[in-house]
């Protein structure tokens, strides 16, 4: 197992052609209203009549009236509004289908649509339902999050080629915005691990380019933030640093797949609970990893208020052995390993061979210059960016409105959740696995926060 991410002292670690056809950005047909008028004799024809084009009958008392030749629907709808008579005119809106999108991306199979194979944390019985949201938001015109910034604060992305560098070839140049490297005080935040780069490849990896596998919010941008060594490990005040710019220049979510060591207490790191603060002040979400000690307690930074920490989830909809639960746990998501020995819950068989792990394209061993699909990535870091992910999705849809805040986007992924275990276990699994692609449909729970 791959830890996520280490702190000082031992802590753990473009858009394509949709198959459903998006709606028109009006979302209703440009020259045509529904008119409902009082259900009087001969009011209909009279009314339909005088408003210049003959009436398609709906219903006995509701009528298709298209508008005259250069009107606008404003004043059509003000026009007809104010006849004796009319009930009510509304525009004819347009509904969508919302269907699965599978890209082709090739994976390890080398064929199209063979990530399917590897990627059951986006596709499989217990994943995340990408297909569909992907679907939500193609429908919605924003394809995969498109016009999001997520932050990732890691070691690093291999984001650019530069020097030894090189951009990961599952990436564009243009999926990233200006990001910084805290650990080596310059303005290139280049992988010298691969966690990174893998944690912002599940985020936002291009997809459907016949190439490798497939990112959750293909369409948002990445922040590279490094605020972690090659070794993984980084210190409270570098990663306090991190926030406080990813927040100032625009991130909408944050992206912490890292821990502190158990013993560390909110008061042990007060420069970077501040700097949490500031980022829910400012309306930014942060997701951070619950840790992968296999405790009953969420590890520090997951653990401070207004940040969602997230759980771990196996191949088979149980909580992950390493996985850490507790009061407190908003969400659990793939994270791939072995199943936790939990008597009762129906999908844990620790006695069975372990789940497949998570995968993703990153660089191999210690060149920054050799990409590939490792094996051993599995952990709460894995899980993590899973809900940032969908986060940005939900921003991109607009189910909330344009702006939601971190708590309504946050008990937005806690109505939609799916419930796994069984009842009484939100010590275990939060609100549930979380669920792009209710989280992202129309028409679902939106609670207020």
Known sequence: MLPIAVLTAAVAAMTFAPTARAAPASGYARNQIVVRYAPRPGHMAAAAAR?????????????????????????????LRARQGVQWAVPNYIAHTAGAIFPND????????GWVQLQWNLAGQFGVGAPEAWGNLAADGVPG??????????????????????????????????????????????DRNGHGTFVASTIAEATNNRYGLTGLAY?????????????????????????FFAV????????????FSPGVTASDIPELIEALRFAHHHGVLVVAAAGNEGHTAIAYPARAPYVISVGA???????????????????????GGPDADLPGDPNCHPEQPAGRDIYQ???SGSSPRLFGVPSGYEGTSMATPHVSATAALIIASGVLGRHPSPAQLTARMRATARKLGGGGDERLYGAGLVNAAAATLRGAPAPAG
């Not at 398609?56 to 709808?77: C, D, F, I, N, Q």
């Not at 090739?106 to 649509?113: C, I, N, Q, R, Y």
């Not at 070691?155 to 990001?179: C, E, H, I, M, W």
């Open 106 to 113: 090739e994976g390890s199979a080398g064929v199209p649509k």
């Open 248 to 259: 100032r220049h625009g991130a909408q979510v944050i992206n912490l797949s890292l821990e």
């Open 145 to 190: 999050g498109k016009g999001v910034t997520v932050a990732v604060l890691d070691t690093g992305v291999a984001y650019a080629n530069r020097g030894k560098f090189r951009r990961s070839p599952d990436f564009g140049a243009l999926q990233f915005v200006k990001g910084y490297d805290f650990v080596s005080k310059n303005q290139f935040p280049n």
């Open 313 to 335: 989830t196996t191949e088979h909809g149980c909580l992950a052995a390493y996985s850490n639960d507790g009061t407190g746990l908003t969400l659990v998501a793939p994270g």
């Open 219 to 243: 369409g948002a941008r990445i922040m590279p933030v490094r605020v972690l060594d090659s070794g993984g490990e980084g210190e409270a005040s570098t990663i306090a640093e991190g926030v």
């Open 361 to 363: 394209v990153t660089f």
């Open 51 to 79: 408003a210049g084009h003959p009436p398609r009958p709906l219903a006995a008392e509701t009528h298709l009236v298209r508008l005259r030749g250069g009107e606008s629907m404003s004043g059509a709808l003000r026009r």
